[in-house]
Protein backbone atom coordinates (compact mmCIF):
# COMPACT_ATOMS: atom_id res chain seq x y z
CA UNK A 1 0.00 0.00 0.00
CA UNK A 2 2.73 2.37 0.80
CA UNK A 3 4.45 1.63 -2.89
CA UNK A 4 1.00 2.90 -4.20
CA UNK A 5 0.89 6.01 -2.23
CA UNK A 6 4.08 7.03 -3.11
CA UNK A 7 3.53 6.69 -6.91
CA UNK A 8 0.84 8.24 -6.67
CA UNK A 9 2.08 11.04 -5.05
CA UNK A 10 4.70 11.47 -7.28
CA UNK A 11 2.23 11.72 -10.08
CA UNK A 12 -0.16 14.13 -8.05
CA UNK A 13 2.94 16.38 -7.31
CA UNK A 14 4.38 16.91 -10.46
CA UNK A 15 5.69 14.27 -11.68
CA UNK A 16 3.69 14.80 -14.77
CA UNK A 17 2.44 18.20 -14.30
CA UNK A 18 0.98 20.08 -16.71
CA UNK A 19 3.53 22.03 -17.72
CA UNK A 20 5.53 18.75 -18.50
CA UNK A 21 2.39 17.21 -20.67
CA UNK A 22 2.65 20.68 -22.56
CA UNK A 23 6.41 20.50 -23.04
CA UNK A 24 5.70 16.88 -24.23
CA UNK A 25 3.34 18.06 -27.11
CA UNK A 26 6.12 18.28 -29.55
CA UNK A 27 5.83 14.62 -29.36
CA UNK A 28 2.55 13.58 -29.38
CA UNK A 29 2.13 13.81 -33.60
CA UNK A 30 1.70 9.85 -33.09
CA UNK A 31 -0.68 7.31 -31.89
CA UNK A 32 1.45 5.21 -30.11
CA UNK A 33 -0.54 2.07 -30.22
CA UNK A 34 -0.13 2.03 -33.58
CA UNK A 35 2.56 3.46 -34.13
CA UNK A 36 5.42 0.97 -35.88
CA UNK A 37 8.38 2.74 -34.80
CA UNK A 38 7.18 2.67 -31.04
CA UNK A 39 6.65 -0.93 -31.79
CA UNK A 40 10.06 -1.77 -32.84
CA UNK A 41 11.36 -0.03 -29.77
CA UNK A 42 9.19 -2.10 -27.71
CA UNK A 43 9.46 -5.56 -28.88
CA UNK A 44 12.55 -6.59 -26.68
CA UNK A 45 11.18 -5.40 -23.87
CA UNK A 46 7.94 -7.53 -24.14
CA UNK A 47 9.34 -10.51 -25.41
CA UNK A 48 11.70 -10.17 -22.09
CA UNK A 49 8.53 -9.81 -19.93
CA UNK A 50 6.72 -12.59 -21.00
CA UNK A 51 10.12 -14.35 -20.53
CA UNK A 52 10.40 -13.55 -17.62
CA UNK A 53 13.66 -11.00 -17.99
CA UNK A 54 11.80 -8.20 -15.66
CA UNK A 55 14.90 -6.05 -15.05
CA UNK A 56 15.26 -6.16 -18.77
CA UNK A 57 11.77 -4.92 -19.46
CA UNK A 58 11.74 -2.40 -16.64
CA UNK A 59 14.69 -0.75 -17.81
CA UNK A 60 13.45 -0.28 -20.99
CA UNK A 61 10.05 0.59 -20.06
CA UNK A 62 11.07 3.10 -17.76
CA UNK A 63 13.15 4.71 -20.50
CA UNK A 64 9.74 5.39 -22.15
CA UNK A 65 8.44 7.18 -18.69
CA UNK A 66 11.16 9.60 -19.18
CA UNK A 67 10.27 9.82 -23.27
CA UNK A 68 6.67 9.85 -23.05
CA UNK A 69 6.13 10.67 -20.10
CA UNK A 70 2.16 12.35 -20.69
CA UNK A 71 1.06 8.90 -22.08
CA UNK A 72 -0.09 5.81 -20.18
CA UNK A 73 1.48 3.32 -22.17
CA UNK A 74 4.47 3.45 -20.27
CA UNK A 75 2.69 2.96 -16.96
CA UNK A 76 0.59 0.28 -18.52
CA UNK A 77 3.73 -1.74 -19.59
CA UNK A 78 5.22 -1.37 -16.06
CA UNK A 79 1.68 -2.30 -14.11
CA UNK A 80 1.72 -5.62 -16.88
CA UNK A 81 4.92 -6.21 -15.33
CA UNK A 82 3.97 -6.84 -11.98
CA UNK A 83 1.13 -8.81 -13.35
CA UNK A 84 3.01 -11.34 -14.66
CA UNK A 85 4.89 -11.68 -11.24
CA UNK A 86 1.43 -12.55 -10.36
CA UNK A 87 0.46 -14.78 -12.39
CA UNK A 88 2.57 -17.97 -11.40
CA UNK A 89 0.81 -18.17 -8.40
CA UNK A 90 -1.40 -15.79 -7.41
CA UNK A 91 -2.29 -16.54 -3.96
CA UNK A 92 1.06 -14.25 -3.50
CA UNK A 93 -0.03 -10.80 -2.75
CA UNK A 94 2.90 -9.66 -2.40
CA UNK A 95 3.06 -7.62 -6.01
CA UNK A 96 -0.24 -6.50 -5.54
CA UNK A 97 0.49 -3.15 -4.60
CA UNK A 98 2.46 -2.18 -7.64
CA UNK A 99 0.46 -3.71 -9.89
CA UNK A 100 -2.58 -1.51 -8.83
CA UNK A 101 -0.50 1.52 -8.16
CA UNK A 102 0.91 1.41 -12.32
CA UNK A 103 -2.77 0.16 -13.27
CA UNK A 104 -3.62 3.92 -10.73
CA UNK A 105 -1.06 6.03 -12.93
CA UNK A 106 -2.11 4.46 -15.85
CA UNK A 107 -5.55 5.50 -15.28
CA UNK A 108 -4.30 9.19 -13.58
CA UNK A 109 -2.39 10.07 -16.79
CA UNK A 110 -4.99 8.62 -19.04
CA UNK A 111 -7.41 10.41 -17.93
CA UNK A 112 -5.60 13.84 -18.03
CA UNK A 113 -5.30 12.74 -21.68
CA UNK A 114 -8.65 11.39 -22.29
CA UNK A 115 -10.03 15.07 -21.15
CA UNK A 116 -7.29 17.47 -22.47
CA UNK A 117 -6.40 16.22 -25.82
CA UNK A 118 -9.43 15.52 -27.81
CA UNK A 119 -6.96 13.95 -30.48
CA UNK A 120 -5.73 11.19 -28.25
CA UNK A 121 -9.29 10.69 -26.92
CA UNK A 122 -10.07 7.25 -27.95
CA UNK A 123 -6.27 5.81 -27.06
CA UNK A 124 -6.66 7.24 -24.29
CA UNK A 125 -9.90 5.29 -23.60
CA UNK A 126 -8.12 2.27 -24.39
CA UNK A 127 -5.91 2.39 -21.66
CA UNK A 128 -8.57 3.73 -19.57
CA UNK A 129 -10.51 0.26 -20.29
CA UNK A 130 -7.20 -1.72 -19.78
CA UNK A 131 -6.46 -0.33 -16.85
CA UNK A 132 -9.66 -1.22 -15.46
CA UNK A 133 -10.38 -4.50 -16.83
CA UNK A 134 -7.05 -5.65 -15.52
CA UNK A 135 -7.97 -4.13 -11.95
CA UNK A 136 -11.22 -6.14 -12.26
CA UNK A 137 -9.31 -9.30 -13.42
CA UNK A 138 -7.31 -9.16 -10.29
CA UNK A 139 -10.25 -8.53 -7.76
CA UNK A 140 -12.04 -10.73 -9.44
CA UNK A 141 -9.31 -14.04 -8.95
CA UNK A 142 -10.17 -17.12 -6.90
CA UNK A 143 -7.50 -15.81 -4.44
CA UNK A 144 -9.42 -12.69 -3.79
CA UNK A 145 -12.96 -12.81 -5.06
CA UNK A 146 -13.80 -9.39 -4.07
CA UNK A 147 -16.30 -9.34 -6.42
CA UNK A 148 -18.49 -5.84 -5.67
CA UNK A 149 -14.79 -4.10 -7.08
CA UNK A 150 -14.62 -6.71 -9.57
CA UNK A 151 -17.79 -5.32 -10.93
CA UNK A 152 -17.40 -1.59 -10.36
CA UNK A 153 -14.01 -1.65 -12.48
CA UNK A 154 -15.83 -3.68 -14.90
CA UNK A 155 -18.30 -1.59 -15.73
CA UNK A 156 -15.78 1.52 -15.92
CA UNK A 157 -13.87 -0.45 -18.19
CA UNK A 158 -16.96 -0.79 -20.26
CA UNK A 159 -17.62 2.97 -20.38
CA UNK A 160 -14.37 3.22 -21.90
CA UNK A 161 -14.46 0.16 -24.21
CA UNK A 162 -17.70 2.22 -25.96
CA UNK A 163 -15.94 4.65 -26.46
CA UNK A 164 -13.06 2.89 -28.32
CA UNK A 165 -15.53 1.04 -30.44
CA UNK A 166 -16.45 4.44 -32.46
CA UNK A 167 -12.61 4.30 -33.58
CA UNK A 168 -11.79 0.33 -33.43
CA UNK A 169 -10.11 0.38 -37.37
CA UNK A 170 -7.48 2.27 -35.41
CA UNK A 171 -5.59 -0.58 -34.00
CA UNK A 172 -6.49 -4.47 -33.44
CA UNK A 173 -5.67 -3.31 -29.96
CA UNK A 174 -8.90 -2.03 -29.41
CA UNK A 175 -10.81 -5.18 -29.75
CA UNK A 176 -9.36 -7.03 -26.92
CA UNK A 177 -11.09 -5.43 -24.40
CA UNK A 178 -14.66 -5.69 -26.49
CA UNK A 179 -13.58 -9.33 -26.59
CA UNK A 180 -13.44 -10.76 -23.15
CA UNK A 181 -16.49 -8.88 -22.28
CA UNK A 182 -18.46 -10.16 -25.34
CA UNK A 183 -17.40 -13.98 -24.07
CA UNK A 184 -17.69 -13.41 -20.10
CA UNK A 185 -20.60 -11.45 -19.80
CA UNK A 186 -22.67 -14.30 -21.37
CA UNK A 187 -19.99 -16.90 -19.54
CA UNK A 188 -20.59 -15.33 -15.93
CA UNK A 189 -23.91 -15.74 -15.56
CA UNK A 190 -24.45 -19.07 -17.04
CA UNK A 191 -22.09 -20.43 -14.48
CA UNK A 192 -22.49 -18.23 -11.55
CA UNK A 193 -26.14 -17.77 -11.03
CA UNK A 194 -25.30 -16.03 -7.76
CA UNK A 195 -23.63 -12.80 -9.32
CA UNK A 196 -26.52 -12.14 -11.87
CA UNK A 197 -28.28 -8.61 -10.07
CA UNK A 198 -24.05 -7.36 -10.49
CA UNK A 199 -24.61 -7.62 -14.21
CA UNK A 200 -28.05 -6.43 -14.42
CA UNK A 201 -26.72 -2.93 -15.68
CA UNK A 202 -24.52 -4.20 -18.06
CA UNK A 203 -25.48 -4.97 -21.67
CA UNK A 204 -26.16 -8.69 -23.43
CA UNK A 205 -22.69 -9.97 -24.81
CA UNK A 206 -22.04 -12.91 -27.16
CA UNK A 207 -20.02 -15.54 -26.75
CA UNK A 208 -19.20 -16.57 -30.01
CA UNK A 209 -18.01 -12.89 -31.21
CA UNK A 210 -15.99 -12.85 -28.26
CA UNK A 211 -13.70 -15.69 -29.21
CA UNK A 212 -14.02 -14.71 -33.25
CA UNK A 213 -12.78 -11.07 -31.81
CA UNK A 214 -9.95 -12.81 -29.52
CA UNK A 215 -8.67 -14.56 -32.36
CA UNK A 216 -7.97 -11.46 -34.77
CA UNK A 217 -6.28 -9.87 -31.55
CA UNK A 218 -4.06 -13.28 -31.18
CA UNK A 219 -3.15 -12.48 -34.99
CA UNK A 220 -2.98 -9.17 -35.48
CA UNK A 221 -2.64 -6.95 -32.48
CA UNK A 222 1.01 -6.06 -30.67
CA UNK A 223 0.38 -4.90 -26.93
CA UNK A 224 -2.35 -7.35 -26.43
CA UNK A 225 -1.33 -10.07 -28.69
CA UNK A 226 -0.04 -12.61 -25.96
CA UNK A 227 -2.76 -11.58 -23.61
CA UNK A 228 -5.47 -12.61 -25.89
CA UNK A 229 -3.67 -16.25 -26.86
CA UNK A 230 -3.05 -16.67 -23.04
CA UNK A 231 -7.26 -16.12 -22.46
CA UNK A 232 -7.93 -18.29 -26.11
CA UNK A 233 -5.94 -20.95 -24.61
CA UNK A 234 -7.89 -20.84 -21.18
CA UNK A 235 -10.98 -20.56 -22.47
CA UNK A 236 -10.74 -23.57 -25.06
CA UNK A 237 -9.71 -25.73 -22.27
CA UNK A 238 -11.28 -25.01 -19.40
CA UNK A 239 -14.72 -23.77 -21.20
CA UNK A 240 -15.03 -24.90 -24.84
CA UNK A 241 -13.77 -28.15 -24.63
CA UNK A 242 -10.88 -27.71 -27.73
CA UNK A 243 -7.90 -29.19 -26.37
CA UNK A 244 -6.51 -29.61 -29.12
CA UNK A 245 -6.05 -26.04 -29.52
CA UNK A 246 -5.79 -25.08 -26.23
CA UNK A 247 -2.81 -28.03 -26.09
CA UNK A 248 -0.95 -26.10 -29.97
CA UNK A 249 -1.08 -22.85 -28.30
CA UNK A 250 0.25 -23.55 -24.77
CA UNK A 251 3.37 -25.28 -26.86
CA UNK A 252 3.57 -22.06 -28.81
CA UNK A 253 3.70 -19.91 -26.20
CA UNK A 254 6.11 -22.13 -24.08
CA UNK A 255 8.09 -22.17 -26.99
CA UNK A 256 8.38 -19.15 -27.66
CA UNK A 257 8.85 -18.16 -23.92
CA UNK A 258 11.11 -20.95 -22.74
CA UNK A 259 11.46 -18.89 -19.30
CA UNK A 260 8.08 -18.54 -18.62
CA UNK A 261 6.35 -20.61 -15.58
CA UNK A 262 2.85 -20.20 -16.73
CA UNK A 263 3.26 -21.25 -20.23
CA UNK A 264 5.26 -24.11 -19.40
CA UNK A 265 3.03 -25.14 -16.78
CA UNK A 266 -0.03 -25.22 -18.95
CA UNK A 267 2.08 -26.98 -21.73
CA UNK A 268 2.53 -29.82 -19.51
CA UNK A 269 -0.74 -29.80 -18.17
CA UNK A 270 -2.33 -29.86 -22.10
CA UNK A 271 0.24 -32.75 -22.81
CA UNK A 272 -0.79 -34.64 -19.87
CA UNK A 273 -4.72 -33.89 -20.60
CA UNK A 274 -4.20 -34.96 -24.18
CA UNK A 275 -2.21 -38.26 -23.47
CA UNK A 276 0.60 -37.24 -24.82
CA UNK A 277 2.79 -39.13 -21.80
CA UNK A 278 6.48 -38.96 -23.10
CA UNK A 279 6.20 -35.30 -24.03
CA UNK A 280 4.33 -34.30 -20.39
CA UNK A 281 7.38 -36.30 -19.21
CA UNK A 282 10.22 -34.68 -20.22
CA UNK A 283 8.39 -31.23 -19.46
CA UNK A 284 7.15 -32.22 -15.79
CA UNK A 285 10.88 -32.75 -14.90
CA UNK A 286 11.82 -30.15 -16.38
CA UNK A 287 9.93 -27.86 -14.28
CA UNK A 288 10.63 -29.66 -11.25
CA UNK A 289 14.68 -29.25 -11.72
CA UNK A 290 13.69 -25.59 -12.45
CA UNK A 291 12.22 -25.39 -8.70
CA UNK A 292 15.00 -27.11 -7.43
CA UNK A 293 17.24 -24.66 -8.96
CA UNK A 294 15.59 -21.58 -7.99
CA UNK A 295 14.28 -20.22 -11.37
CA UNK A 296 12.46 -17.33 -11.70
CA UNK A 297 9.07 -17.82 -11.24
CA UNK A 298 8.81 -21.48 -10.17
CA UNK A 299 7.53 -21.96 -7.48
CA UNK A 300 5.04 -24.42 -5.48
CA UNK A 301 1.71 -24.28 -8.09
CA UNK A 302 3.88 -25.41 -11.04
CA UNK A 303 5.53 -28.27 -8.86
CA UNK A 304 2.09 -29.38 -7.77
CA UNK A 305 0.95 -29.68 -11.35
CA UNK A 306 4.39 -31.40 -12.48
CA UNK A 307 4.27 -34.03 -9.85
CA UNK A 308 0.74 -34.97 -9.68
CA UNK A 309 1.52 -35.57 -13.78
CA UNK A 310 4.36 -37.51 -12.90
CA UNK A 311 2.76 -39.73 -10.01
CA UNK A 312 0.08 -40.47 -12.49
CA UNK A 313 2.52 -41.37 -15.49
CA UNK A 314 3.83 -44.17 -12.79
CA UNK A 315 0.44 -45.07 -11.91
CA UNK A 316 -0.15 -46.33 -15.76
CA UNK A 317 3.32 -47.56 -15.85
CA UNK A 318 2.47 -49.37 -12.43
CA UNK A 319 5.80 -48.15 -11.06
CA UNK A 320 4.90 -47.80 -7.24
CA UNK A 321 7.87 -46.10 -6.23
CA UNK A 322 7.71 -43.74 -8.59
CA UNK A 323 4.08 -42.93 -8.16
CA UNK A 324 4.32 -42.46 -4.24
CA UNK A 325 7.75 -40.24 -4.24
CA UNK A 326 5.68 -37.75 -7.09
CA UNK A 327 2.26 -38.22 -4.87
CA UNK A 328 4.20 -37.05 -1.93
CA UNK A 329 6.02 -34.63 -3.55
CA UNK A 330 2.58 -33.30 -5.12
CA UNK A 331 1.08 -32.95 -1.40
CA UNK A 332 4.29 -31.45 -0.32
CA UNK A 333 3.83 -28.14 -2.88
CA UNK A 334 0.13 -28.35 -2.00
CA UNK A 335 0.38 -27.92 1.12
CA UNK A 336 3.44 -25.21 0.75
CA UNK A 337 0.97 -23.13 -1.64
CA UNK A 338 -2.05 -23.33 0.78
CA UNK A 339 -3.88 -25.25 -2.09
CA UNK A 340 -4.78 -28.35 0.43
CA UNK A 341 -8.66 -27.83 -1.22
CA UNK A 342 -6.92 -28.42 -4.78
CA UNK A 343 -8.67 -31.77 -6.40
CA UNK A 344 -4.05 -32.48 -7.35
CA UNK A 345 -3.77 -32.04 -3.38
CA UNK A 346 -7.19 -34.67 -2.47
CA UNK A 347 -6.05 -37.35 -4.77
CA UNK A 348 -2.69 -37.24 -4.56
CA UNK A 349 -3.67 -38.04 -0.57
CA UNK A 350 -6.05 -40.63 -2.07
CA UNK A 351 -3.41 -42.20 -3.87
CA UNK A 352 -1.13 -42.31 -1.26
CA UNK A 353 -3.48 -44.06 0.87
CA UNK A 354 -4.43 -46.61 -1.53
CA UNK A 355 -0.59 -47.21 -2.03
CA UNK A 356 -0.30 -47.83 1.51
CA UNK A 357 -3.00 -50.29 1.57
CA UNK A 358 -1.60 -52.02 -1.29
CA UNK A 359 1.60 -52.38 0.75
CA UNK A 360 -0.31 -53.83 3.81
CA UNK A 361 -0.22 -51.13 5.84
CA UNK A 362 -4.01 -50.43 6.84
CA UNK A 363 -3.18 -47.91 9.43
CA UNK A 364 -1.28 -45.25 6.77
CA UNK A 365 -4.04 -45.83 4.55
CA UNK A 366 -6.67 -45.02 7.47
CA UNK A 367 -4.48 -41.72 7.79
CA UNK A 368 -4.50 -40.59 4.43
CA UNK A 369 -8.18 -41.26 4.08
CA UNK A 370 -9.21 -39.39 6.96
CA UNK A 371 -6.91 -36.18 5.40
CA UNK A 372 -9.25 -36.25 2.78
CA UNK A 373 -12.20 -36.16 4.59
CA UNK A 374 -11.12 -33.46 7.14
CA UNK A 375 -10.13 -31.41 4.08
CA UNK A 376 -12.56 -32.12 1.26
CA UNK A 377 -16.17 -30.74 1.52
CA UNK A 378 -18.85 -32.98 1.92
CA UNK A 379 -20.52 -32.59 -1.53
CA UNK A 380 -16.71 -33.34 -3.29
CA UNK A 381 -16.18 -36.43 -4.91
CA UNK A 382 -12.54 -36.82 -3.22
CA UNK A 383 -14.53 -37.08 0.16
CA UNK A 384 -17.42 -39.44 -0.80
CA UNK A 385 -14.57 -41.61 -2.93
CA UNK A 386 -12.36 -41.33 0.80
CA UNK A 387 -15.39 -42.43 3.39
CA UNK A 388 -15.87 -45.17 0.86
CA UNK A 389 -12.31 -46.21 1.17
CA UNK A 390 -12.63 -46.23 4.76
CA UNK A 391 -15.53 -48.38 4.58
CA UNK A 392 -13.74 -51.29 2.41
CA UNK A 393 -10.94 -51.01 4.72
CA UNK A 394 -13.12 -52.05 8.02
CA UNK A 395 -15.05 -54.38 6.33
CA UNK A 396 -11.84 -56.21 5.44
CA UNK A 397 -10.13 -55.89 9.38
Known amino acids: MKYRFKILFALLTGF ?6 A ?7 IILISSLSVQIETTDALNDLYNFKFEKAEQQFRWFKQR ?56 AAFFLAAAYGFKGRLYSDEERK ?5 AVAGKRALNYLEECKEKNYLSPELLFGDALYNYFSVWVPENYPALKPLLWFFPKGDKALGLKQLKEVSYNAFYTRTEAMVWLMRIWNSYENKNEQAQQLAEYLHM ?45 TSGRY ?18 KKYYEMAVHYSEQSGATDSGYY ?15 NKVEARKYFKEVKSKAGR ?19
Open 256 to 300: TYPDNPYFHRYHARMLYQRGMYPQMEKESKSILARIDSGRLGYEA
Open 68 to 123: YAWHPLPYFLLGLSEWWKIMPSTNDRSHDDRFLAYMDSTILVADHLHDKSPEYRIE
Open 379 to 397: KDEAYKDAKRRLKNLEKND
Open 146 to 150: EWRKA
Open 16 to 21: ISFSTV
Open 346 to 360: LYSLIALGEIANKQG
Open 23 to 29: QAKKDTT
Open 306 to 323: AAFFLAQLGDARSQLTDS
